[in-house]
Protein backbone atom coordinates (compact mmCIF):
# COMPACT_ATOMS: atom_id res chain seq x y z
CA UNK A 1 0.00 0.00 0.00
CA UNK A 2 1.45 3.53 -1.36
CA UNK A 3 1.17 5.11 2.08
CA UNK A 4 1.70 2.39 4.67
CA UNK A 5 4.50 4.43 6.19
CA UNK A 6 2.60 7.19 6.50
CA UNK A 7 -0.21 5.62 8.15
CA UNK A 8 2.08 3.64 10.57
CA UNK A 9 3.59 6.91 11.79
CA UNK A 10 0.54 8.70 12.64
CA UNK A 11 -1.31 5.81 14.11
CA UNK A 12 2.06 4.63 15.93
CA UNK A 13 1.76 1.09 15.41
CA UNK A 14 1.37 -1.30 12.27
CA UNK A 15 -2.13 -0.85 10.61
CA UNK A 16 -3.46 -4.61 9.74
CA UNK A 17 -4.51 -5.95 6.26
CA UNK A 18 -8.02 -4.88 6.84
CA UNK A 19 -7.34 -1.35 7.76
CA UNK A 20 -4.84 -1.22 5.22
CA UNK A 21 -8.04 -2.20 2.58
CA UNK A 22 -10.32 0.97 3.95
CA UNK A 23 -7.38 3.26 3.26
CA UNK A 24 -6.41 1.92 -0.14
CA UNK A 25 -10.01 3.08 -0.72
CA UNK A 26 -9.73 6.41 0.89
CA UNK A 27 -6.28 7.62 -0.11
CA UNK A 28 -7.44 6.89 -3.60
CA UNK A 29 -7.71 9.55 -6.18
CA UNK A 30 -11.26 9.29 -6.77
CA UNK A 31 -12.25 9.27 -3.22
CA UNK A 32 -9.44 11.58 -1.70
CA UNK A 33 -9.06 14.06 -4.87
CA UNK A 34 -5.24 13.97 -4.14
CA UNK A 35 -4.34 16.15 -6.59
CA UNK A 36 -6.91 18.59 -7.34
CA UNK A 37 -8.84 18.88 -3.49
CA UNK A 38 -6.54 22.09 -3.27
CA UNK A 39 -7.31 23.58 -6.26
CA UNK A 40 -10.75 22.89 -6.75
CA UNK A 41 -11.05 25.82 -3.30
CA UNK A 42 -10.12 28.54 -5.91
CA UNK A 43 -13.54 28.30 -7.80
CA UNK A 44 -16.00 30.95 -6.82
CA UNK A 45 -19.01 29.30 -5.03
CA UNK A 46 -20.68 32.40 -3.86
CA UNK A 47 -24.15 32.29 -4.20
CA UNK A 48 -24.50 28.62 -4.41
CA UNK A 49 -26.03 26.70 -1.62
CA UNK A 50 -24.35 23.49 0.11
CA UNK A 51 -21.64 23.04 -2.42
CA UNK A 52 -19.41 20.59 -0.46
CA UNK A 53 -22.73 18.51 -0.10
CA UNK A 54 -24.07 15.31 -2.08
CA UNK A 55 -25.18 17.99 -4.77
CA UNK A 56 -25.11 22.14 -4.92
CA UNK A 57 -27.48 24.23 -6.13
CA UNK A 58 -29.45 27.51 -6.55
CA UNK A 59 -32.41 28.66 -4.30
CA UNK A 60 -34.98 29.94 -6.19
CA UNK A 61 -38.04 31.20 -3.99
CA UNK A 62 -38.93 28.66 -1.63
CA UNK A 63 -37.22 25.96 -3.21
CA UNK A 64 -33.65 24.87 -4.26
CA UNK A 65 -32.72 22.84 -7.49
CA UNK A 66 -29.80 20.41 -6.56
CA UNK A 67 -27.85 19.29 -9.16
CA UNK A 68 -24.18 17.82 -10.00
CA UNK A 69 -22.45 15.96 -12.69
CA UNK A 70 -20.51 12.71 -12.48
CA UNK A 71 -17.96 10.90 -14.69
CA UNK A 72 -18.33 7.10 -15.39
CA UNK A 73 -15.49 6.81 -18.22
CA UNK A 74 -13.29 3.78 -16.82
CA UNK A 75 -16.29 1.64 -16.17
CA UNK A 76 -17.80 2.41 -19.79
CA UNK A 77 -14.84 1.47 -21.28
CA UNK A 78 -14.73 -2.73 -19.68
CA UNK A 79 -19.07 -2.47 -19.74
CA UNK A 80 -20.44 0.36 -21.57
CA UNK A 81 -24.32 -0.89 -20.26
CA UNK A 82 -23.67 -0.99 -16.51
CA UNK A 83 -21.04 1.16 -16.69
CA UNK A 84 -23.47 3.72 -18.22
CA UNK A 85 -26.53 3.20 -16.87
CA UNK A 86 -25.14 3.12 -12.82
CA UNK A 87 -23.82 6.43 -13.87
CA UNK A 88 -26.64 7.46 -14.13
CA UNK A 89 -28.13 5.46 -10.84
CA UNK A 90 -25.10 6.96 -8.86
CA UNK A 91 -25.81 10.82 -9.82
CA UNK A 92 -29.43 10.15 -9.06
CA UNK A 93 -28.49 8.96 -5.86
CA UNK A 94 -26.77 12.13 -4.77
CA UNK A 95 -29.49 14.19 -5.55
CA UNK A 96 -32.11 12.08 -3.77
CA UNK A 97 -29.68 12.27 -0.36
CA UNK A 98 -30.54 15.86 -0.17
CA UNK A 99 -34.23 14.78 -0.20
CA UNK A 100 -34.52 16.46 -3.79
CA UNK A 101 -36.53 14.30 -6.26
CA UNK A 102 -34.91 14.12 -9.27
CA UNK A 103 -36.49 16.02 -12.03
CA UNK A 104 -34.08 15.90 -14.82
CA UNK A 105 -30.74 13.84 -16.47
CA UNK A 106 -28.37 15.56 -18.90
CA UNK A 107 -25.22 13.60 -20.57
CA UNK A 108 -22.13 14.57 -22.04
CA UNK A 109 -20.96 11.97 -24.32
CA UNK A 110 -17.16 11.38 -26.34
CA UNK A 111 -16.09 8.45 -28.25
CA UNK A 112 -13.38 7.52 -30.64
CA UNK A 113 -14.19 6.44 -34.50
CA UNK A 114 -18.04 5.13 -33.43
CA UNK A 115 -20.46 5.50 -30.96
CA UNK A 116 -20.74 2.67 -28.40
CA UNK A 117 -24.21 1.28 -28.53
CA UNK A 118 -24.31 0.14 -24.76
CA UNK A 119 -23.27 3.71 -23.15
CA UNK A 120 -26.88 4.84 -25.15
CA UNK A 121 -28.68 1.95 -23.90
CA UNK A 122 -27.55 2.05 -20.32
CA UNK A 123 -28.67 5.46 -20.15
CA UNK A 124 -31.70 4.98 -21.91
CA UNK A 125 -32.43 1.98 -20.30
CA UNK A 126 -32.18 3.27 -16.43
CA UNK A 127 -33.29 6.91 -16.60
CA UNK A 128 -36.46 5.46 -18.52
CA UNK A 129 -37.29 2.74 -16.39
CA UNK A 130 -36.86 5.19 -12.84
CA UNK A 131 -39.34 8.06 -15.15
CA UNK A 132 -36.76 10.53 -15.25
CA UNK A 133 -36.51 12.24 -17.96
CA UNK A 134 -33.07 12.99 -20.07
CA UNK A 135 -33.10 16.59 -21.62
CA UNK A 136 -30.13 17.62 -22.80
CA UNK A 137 -27.39 15.63 -24.83
CA UNK A 138 -24.11 16.04 -25.98
CA UNK A 139 -22.19 13.51 -28.54
CA UNK A 140 -18.81 14.42 -29.45
CA UNK A 141 -16.46 12.41 -31.76
CA UNK A 142 -12.47 12.53 -31.81
CA UNK A 143 -9.85 9.73 -32.07
CA UNK A 144 -8.56 10.31 -28.91
CA UNK A 145 -11.57 9.04 -27.07
CA UNK A 146 -10.92 5.65 -28.95
CA UNK A 147 -9.72 3.33 -25.65
CA UNK A 148 -11.20 5.71 -23.38
CA UNK A 149 -14.82 7.34 -23.77
CA UNK A 150 -15.90 9.85 -21.41
CA UNK A 151 -19.52 9.67 -20.12
CA UNK A 152 -20.35 12.43 -17.80
CA UNK A 153 -24.10 12.63 -16.65
CA UNK A 154 -25.76 14.61 -14.42
CA UNK A 155 -28.88 15.44 -12.50
CA UNK A 156 -31.10 17.92 -11.47
CA UNK A 157 -33.13 17.77 -8.70
CA UNK A 158 -35.60 20.15 -6.61
CA UNK A 159 -36.47 20.18 -3.13
CA UNK A 160 -38.43 22.53 -0.66
CA UNK A 161 -35.81 24.45 1.12
CA UNK A 162 -35.71 24.51 4.58
CA UNK A 163 -36.49 20.42 4.31
CA UNK A 164 -32.70 19.79 2.74
CA UNK A 165 -31.40 16.95 3.88
CA UNK A 166 -27.29 17.15 4.77
CA UNK A 167 -24.51 14.80 5.95
CA UNK A 168 -23.34 16.23 8.68
CA UNK A 169 -25.93 16.33 10.96
CA UNK A 170 -25.74 13.09 12.84
CA UNK A 171 -26.02 12.81 16.53
CA UNK A 172 -24.65 10.56 19.29
CA UNK A 173 -26.13 7.28 19.89
CA UNK A 174 -28.15 7.68 16.67
CA UNK A 175 -28.39 4.36 14.60
CA UNK A 176 -26.60 3.55 11.14
CA UNK A 177 -29.30 1.96 8.66
CA UNK A 178 -28.17 0.58 5.33
CA UNK A 179 -30.99 0.93 3.27
CA UNK A 180 -31.51 -1.53 -0.23
CA UNK A 181 -29.95 -3.90 -2.16
CA UNK A 182 -28.87 -6.97 -0.57
CA UNK A 183 -24.24 -6.26 -0.63
CA UNK A 184 -22.58 -8.20 -3.21
CA UNK A 185 -19.34 -8.01 -4.52
CA UNK A 186 -20.27 -5.85 -7.64
CA UNK A 187 -18.12 -2.91 -8.21
CA UNK A 188 -15.40 -4.43 -5.48
CA UNK A 189 -12.68 -1.72 -5.62
CA UNK A 190 -14.13 0.40 -7.79
CA UNK A 191 -12.76 3.54 -5.78
CA UNK A 192 -9.17 2.29 -6.50
CA UNK A 193 -10.18 0.92 -9.73
CA UNK A 194 -11.06 5.09 -11.19
CA UNK A 195 -7.80 5.81 -9.79
CA UNK A 196 -5.51 4.08 -12.22
CA UNK A 197 -4.91 4.10 -16.10
CA UNK A 198 -6.47 1.03 -17.91
CA UNK A 199 -4.89 -1.70 -18.07
CA UNK A 200 -5.27 -4.82 -20.49
CA UNK A 201 -7.04 -6.55 -17.63
CA UNK A 202 -10.39 -5.07 -17.85
CA UNK A 203 -11.73 -6.38 -14.22
CA UNK A 204 -15.43 -6.75 -14.43
CA UNK A 205 -15.82 -7.03 -10.86
CA UNK A 206 -14.90 -3.63 -10.22
CA UNK A 207 -18.37 -2.96 -12.36
CA UNK A 208 -21.58 -2.35 -10.53
CA UNK A 209 -24.94 -4.00 -11.85
CA UNK A 210 -27.97 -1.42 -12.47
CA UNK A 211 -31.10 -2.48 -10.87
CA UNK A 212 -33.65 0.48 -11.78
CA UNK A 213 -36.30 -1.23 -10.63
CA UNK A 214 -35.20 -1.30 -7.03
CA UNK A 215 -34.04 2.74 -7.46
CA UNK A 216 -37.33 3.38 -8.62
CA UNK A 217 -38.89 1.98 -5.30
CA UNK A 218 -35.64 3.89 -3.29
CA UNK A 219 -36.23 7.30 -4.78
CA UNK A 220 -39.76 6.99 -3.85
CA UNK A 221 -39.66 5.48 -0.55
CA UNK A 222 -36.78 7.80 0.56
CA UNK A 223 -39.22 10.58 -0.30
CA UNK A 224 -41.78 9.70 1.71
CA UNK A 225 -39.34 8.79 4.56
CA UNK A 226 -37.92 12.24 4.45
CA UNK A 227 -41.06 13.94 3.92
CA UNK A 228 -42.20 12.85 7.71
CA UNK A 229 -38.87 13.80 8.99
CA UNK A 230 -37.89 10.62 10.26
CA UNK A 231 -34.06 10.61 9.33
CA UNK A 232 -31.77 12.82 10.75
CA UNK A 233 -28.67 12.63 8.03
CA UNK A 234 -28.65 11.19 4.81
CA UNK A 235 -25.58 9.79 2.15
CA UNK A 236 -25.93 7.14 -1.03
CA UNK A 237 -23.51 4.45 -0.95
CA UNK A 238 -21.37 5.52 -3.73
CA UNK A 239 -17.38 5.09 -4.43
CA UNK A 240 -16.39 2.50 -1.76
CA UNK A 241 -19.87 1.89 -0.67
CA UNK A 242 -20.24 1.49 3.05
CA UNK A 243 -16.91 2.70 3.69
CA UNK A 244 -16.96 6.40 2.08
CA UNK A 245 -20.62 6.95 3.37
CA UNK A 246 -20.26 6.43 6.82
CA UNK A 247 -16.98 7.65 7.16
CA UNK A 248 -17.74 10.83 5.86
CA UNK A 249 -21.06 10.92 8.16
CA UNK A 250 -19.13 10.94 10.63
CA UNK A 251 -16.08 13.47 9.95
CA UNK A 252 -18.25 15.92 8.26
CA UNK A 253 -20.70 15.40 11.89
CA UNK A 254 -17.42 15.48 14.07
CA UNK A 255 -18.44 12.04 15.76
CA UNK A 256 -17.33 8.31 15.82
CA UNK A 257 -19.05 5.44 14.31
CA UNK A 258 -19.21 1.87 15.39
CA UNK A 259 -19.74 -0.69 12.73
CA UNK A 260 -20.90 -4.47 13.28
CA UNK A 261 -20.59 -6.36 9.52
CA UNK A 262 -22.79 -9.64 11.26
CA UNK A 263 -26.14 -7.08 10.93
CA UNK A 264 -25.20 -5.85 6.92
CA UNK A 265 -27.82 -7.58 4.62
CA UNK A 266 -25.42 -9.88 2.57
CA UNK A 267 -26.82 -11.20 -1.15
CA UNK A 268 -23.31 -13.00 -1.40
CA UNK A 269 -21.93 -15.40 1.60
CA UNK A 270 -18.59 -15.95 0.19
CA UNK A 271 -17.89 -11.94 0.70
CA UNK A 272 -15.28 -11.01 2.65
CA UNK A 273 -14.99 -8.46 5.50
CA UNK A 274 -12.76 -6.21 3.17
CA UNK A 275 -14.95 -6.80 0.65
CA UNK A 276 -18.37 -5.66 2.63
CA UNK A 277 -17.17 -2.15 3.29
CA UNK A 278 -15.35 -1.68 -0.21
CA UNK A 279 -18.45 -3.52 -2.71
CA UNK A 280 -20.35 -0.72 -4.67
CA UNK A 281 -23.64 -2.50 -4.92
CA UNK A 282 -26.04 0.10 -6.34
CA UNK A 283 -29.42 1.15 -5.16
CA UNK A 284 -27.90 1.75 -1.54
CA UNK A 285 -28.48 4.40 1.12
CA UNK A 286 -27.35 5.34 4.57
CA UNK A 287 -29.70 6.53 7.08
CA UNK A 288 -28.57 8.09 10.50
CA UNK A 289 -31.90 8.02 12.58
CA UNK A 290 -33.49 7.54 16.09
CA UNK A 291 -36.60 6.15 14.55
CA UNK A 292 -35.80 3.06 12.59
CA UNK A 293 -39.12 1.35 13.67
CA UNK A 294 -41.10 4.25 11.96
CA UNK A 295 -38.61 3.58 8.99
CA UNK A 296 -39.11 -0.01 8.82
CA UNK A 297 -42.59 -0.02 8.13
CA UNK A 298 -42.14 2.34 5.24
CA UNK A 299 -39.21 -0.07 3.74
CA UNK A 300 -41.38 -2.98 4.53
CA UNK A 301 -44.17 -1.12 2.13
CA UNK A 302 -42.21 -0.64 -1.05
CA UNK A 303 -40.33 -4.25 0.01
CA UNK A 304 -37.08 -2.55 0.01
CA UNK A 305 -34.50 -4.59 2.13
CA UNK A 306 -32.31 -3.00 5.30
CA UNK A 307 -30.51 -3.52 8.56
CA UNK A 308 -29.44 -1.93 11.72
CA UNK A 309 -25.55 -1.82 10.77
CA UNK A 310 -23.94 0.55 13.51
CA UNK A 311 -24.12 3.44 15.97
CA UNK A 312 -22.97 7.00 16.05
CA UNK A 313 -20.50 7.52 18.61
CA UNK A 314 -18.65 10.05 20.80
CA UNK A 315 -14.71 8.81 20.66
CA UNK A 316 -13.98 10.55 16.87
CA UNK A 317 -12.76 6.98 15.78
CA UNK A 318 -14.01 4.73 12.92
CA UNK A 319 -14.46 0.76 14.57
CA UNK A 320 -15.74 -1.89 12.39
CA UNK A 321 -16.27 -5.46 14.04
CA UNK A 322 -17.79 -8.40 12.69
CA UNK A 323 -19.82 -9.70 15.92
CA UNK A 324 -16.77 -9.36 18.96
CA UNK A 325 -14.04 -9.31 16.77
CA UNK A 326 -12.65 -6.20 16.34
CA UNK A 327 -11.43 -5.38 12.60
CA UNK A 328 -10.30 -1.84 12.42
CA UNK A 329 -9.82 1.05 14.86
CA UNK A 330 -8.84 4.28 13.18
CA UNK A 331 -9.21 7.96 13.78
CA UNK A 332 -12.10 9.11 11.81
CA UNK A 333 -9.56 12.52 10.39
CA UNK A 334 -6.90 10.18 9.43
CA UNK A 335 -9.14 7.33 7.52
CA UNK A 336 -10.60 10.95 5.68
CA UNK A 337 -7.54 13.49 5.30
CA UNK A 338 -5.43 12.16 2.23
CA UNK A 339 -1.40 13.19 2.82
CA UNK A 340 -0.12 16.09 0.89
CA UNK A 341 1.62 15.32 -2.37
CA UNK A 342 4.12 16.91 -4.68
CA UNK A 343 2.47 17.92 -7.68
CA UNK A 344 4.29 18.58 -11.44
CA UNK A 345 2.57 21.61 -12.81
CA UNK A 346 5.36 21.97 -15.54
CA UNK A 347 3.42 24.05 -18.61
CA UNK A 348 3.30 23.33 -22.45
CA UNK A 349 1.69 25.23 -25.71
CA UNK A 350 -2.26 24.66 -25.26
CA UNK A 351 -3.00 22.66 -28.72
CA UNK A 352 -6.60 23.31 -30.61
CA UNK A 353 -8.41 20.08 -31.01
CA UNK A 354 -10.79 19.10 -33.31
CA UNK A 355 -14.58 17.90 -31.73
CA UNK A 356 -17.25 16.79 -34.33
CA UNK A 357 -20.74 16.68 -32.89
CA UNK A 358 -22.18 13.22 -33.83
CA UNK A 359 -24.99 13.88 -31.70
CA UNK A 360 -28.21 12.67 -33.86
CA UNK A 361 -31.95 11.81 -33.40
CA UNK A 362 -31.06 8.18 -33.48
CA UNK A 363 -29.31 8.33 -30.41
CA UNK A 364 -31.15 11.24 -28.29
CA UNK A 365 -34.80 10.13 -29.40
CA UNK A 366 -34.41 6.51 -27.43
CA UNK A 367 -34.49 8.56 -24.07
CA UNK A 368 -38.00 9.49 -22.85
CA UNK A 369 -37.63 13.72 -22.50
CA UNK A 370 -41.11 14.38 -21.54
CA UNK A 371 -41.64 12.19 -18.84
CA UNK A 372 -42.62 14.02 -15.53
CA UNK A 373 -44.47 16.85 -17.92
CA UNK A 374 -42.56 19.13 -17.02
CA UNK A 375 -40.70 19.52 -20.59
CA UNK A 376 -41.10 22.43 -22.61
CA UNK A 377 -39.37 21.78 -25.47
CA UNK A 378 -38.65 18.99 -27.98
CA UNK A 379 -35.32 17.58 -28.32
CA UNK A 380 -34.48 18.20 -31.90
CA UNK A 381 -34.84 21.62 -31.40
CA UNK A 382 -31.29 21.24 -30.07
CA UNK A 383 -30.45 18.13 -27.91
CA UNK A 384 -27.96 20.18 -25.53
CA UNK A 385 -30.49 22.85 -24.62
CA UNK A 386 -33.72 22.28 -22.82
CA UNK A 387 -36.40 23.91 -20.28
CA UNK A 388 -38.18 22.45 -17.46
CA UNK A 389 -41.60 24.34 -15.93
CA UNK A 390 -41.27 24.97 -12.42
CA UNK A 391 -44.58 24.77 -11.27
CA UNK A 392 -43.44 25.37 -7.35
CA UNK A 393 -42.16 28.72 -8.38
CA UNK A 394 -44.36 29.35 -11.80
CA UNK A 395 -40.69 29.62 -13.93
CA UNK A 396 -38.72 28.42 -16.77
CA UNK A 397 -35.44 26.32 -15.78
CA UNK A 398 -32.82 26.62 -18.78
CA UNK A 399 -30.45 23.62 -19.36
CA UNK A 400 -27.34 23.60 -21.13
CA UNK A 401 -24.67 20.85 -21.23
CA UNK A 402 -21.75 21.59 -23.02
CA UNK A 403 -17.85 20.97 -22.95
CA UNK A 404 -14.65 22.49 -24.03
CA UNK A 405 -11.03 21.86 -24.61
CA UNK A 406 -8.25 23.22 -22.10
CA UNK A 407 -8.06 26.21 -24.27
CA UNK A 408 -11.44 26.89 -25.58
CA UNK A 409 -12.66 26.80 -21.34
CA UNK A 410 -12.98 30.42 -21.25
CA UNK A 411 -14.73 31.41 -24.20
CA UNK A 412 -17.14 28.56 -23.92
CA UNK A 413 -18.14 29.55 -20.64
CA UNK A 414 -19.05 32.97 -21.99
CA UNK A 415 -20.97 31.92 -24.33
CA UNK A 416 -23.03 29.67 -22.50
CA UNK A 417 -24.49 32.64 -21.18
CA UNK A 418 -24.86 34.37 -23.96
CA UNK A 419 -26.72 31.17 -25.56
CA UNK A 420 -28.97 31.27 -22.12
CA UNK A 421 -29.49 34.90 -22.14
CA UNK A 422 -30.55 34.87 -25.94
CA UNK A 423 -33.11 32.41 -24.84
CA UNK A 424 -34.33 34.39 -22.06
CA UNK A 425 -32.87 33.08 -19.41
CA UNK A 426 -30.78 34.38 -16.65
CA UNK A 427 -28.05 32.28 -15.67
CA UNK A 428 -27.66 30.83 -12.44
CA UNK A 429 -24.64 28.31 -11.89
CA UNK A 430 -22.78 25.60 -13.17
CA UNK A 431 -22.11 21.75 -12.75
CA UNK A 432 -18.69 20.27 -14.26
CA UNK A 433 -17.10 17.20 -14.48
CA UNK A 434 -13.40 17.72 -15.13
CA UNK A 435 -11.91 15.15 -17.67
CA UNK A 436 -8.42 14.09 -17.09
CA UNK A 437 -5.54 11.98 -17.86
CA UNK A 438 -2.90 10.69 -15.49
CA UNK A 439 -1.99 13.78 -13.04
CA UNK A 440 1.23 12.35 -12.31
CA UNK A 441 3.01 13.14 -16.27
CA UNK A 442 3.04 16.52 -17.11
CA UNK A 443 1.39 18.38 -18.94
CA UNK A 444 -2.14 16.89 -17.14
CA UNK A 445 -1.55 18.84 -13.80
CA UNK A 446 -0.41 22.34 -15.61
CA UNK A 447 -3.86 22.05 -18.15
CA UNK A 448 -5.96 21.25 -15.11
CA UNK A 449 -4.61 24.68 -13.43
CA UNK A 450 -5.34 26.30 -16.36
CA UNK A 451 -8.93 25.09 -16.68
CA UNK A 452 -9.60 26.00 -13.13
CA UNK A 453 -8.47 29.03 -13.62
CA UNK A 454 -10.68 29.67 -16.41
CA UNK A 455 -13.10 28.69 -14.70
CA UNK A 456 -12.96 30.97 -12.09
CA UNK A 457 -12.37 33.98 -14.25
CA UNK A 458 -15.57 33.21 -16.26
CA UNK A 459 -17.48 32.45 -13.36
CA UNK A 460 -16.61 35.79 -11.62
CA UNK A 461 -17.51 37.59 -14.75
CA UNK A 462 -20.74 36.22 -15.38
CA UNK A 463 -21.28 36.57 -11.35
CA UNK A 464 -22.19 32.96 -11.53
CA UNK A 465 -21.32 30.21 -8.66
CA UNK A 466 -19.76 26.82 -9.06
CA UNK A 467 -22.74 24.64 -7.15
CA UNK A 468 -21.22 20.97 -7.60
CA UNK A 469 -18.76 19.11 -9.45
CA UNK A 470 -17.11 15.89 -9.93
CA UNK A 471 -13.02 15.42 -11.06
CA UNK A 472 -12.25 12.62 -13.02
CA UNK A 473 -8.10 11.46 -13.85
CA UNK A 474 -6.44 8.88 -15.04
CA UNK A 475 -8.27 8.27 -18.28
CA UNK A 476 -5.91 6.58 -20.55
CA UNK A 477 -5.32 3.03 -21.58
CA UNK A 478 -1.98 1.24 -22.02
CA UNK A 479 -1.70 2.66 -25.77
CA UNK A 480 -3.31 6.21 -25.76
CA UNK A 481 -4.77 8.76 -23.32
CA UNK A 482 -7.45 11.21 -23.61
CA UNK A 483 -7.59 15.12 -24.65
CA UNK A 484 -8.35 16.95 -21.31
CA UNK A 485 -11.69 18.15 -21.39
CA UNK A 486 -14.01 19.97 -18.97
CA UNK A 487 -17.90 19.17 -19.22
CA UNK A 488 -20.37 21.44 -18.11
CA UNK A 489 -24.02 21.60 -16.95
CA UNK A 490 -25.21 25.28 -16.99
CA UNK A 491 -28.97 26.57 -15.63
CA UNK A 492 -31.19 29.58 -16.10
CA UNK A 493 -33.85 30.95 -15.00
CA UNK A 494 -36.90 32.75 -16.65
CA UNK A 495 -40.37 33.93 -14.71
CA UNK A 496 -42.95 33.12 -16.72
Same mark, same amino acid.
Given at each position: ???????????? *?????????L? =????????????????????? *??????????A?G?K????????????????????????????????????????? *????????????????????E?? =??????????????????N???????????????????????????????????????H?????????????????????????????????????????????????????????????????????????????????IH???????????????????????????????????????P????????????????N??????????????????????????????????????????????????? *?????????????S??????????????? =???????????????????????T??????????????????????????????????????????????????????????????????????
Open positions: MKYKAYIKEKLK *REPNEFELHF =SATYSEHCGYLHSKELLKELP *RAGAIYPTENGVIGNHAILFKTESHNHPCAVEPFNGAATGIGGIVRDVLAMNA *RPIALCNSLKFGKKVIEGVIGI =SYYGNCIGVPTVSTEVLQDAFENNPIVNVTCIGIAEYDKILTSNKAKIGQKLMLVGSTMKDGLHGASFASKKLSGDKNKLSIQIANPFMKKKLIEACLEIFSKNLVTTCQDCGAAGILSSTSEVAYKSNVGVEIDLSQIGDKSIKDFEIMLSETQERMLFVTDKEKEISKILEKYEIYSIIGKITANHNYTVKNNKILANLPVELLVTVPKIEIDFTSSKLKDYKLKSINTKSIYERYDHTVGA *RTQLNSCDNPQFNLWLYEENCSLGIYTF =SSTVKTTYNKLIDAAKFLKSKGFPLGITNCLNFANPEIAPTMYEFKKTIQDIKHACQELKIPVCSGNVSFYNESQTSSIINIPTFTMLGVKPL
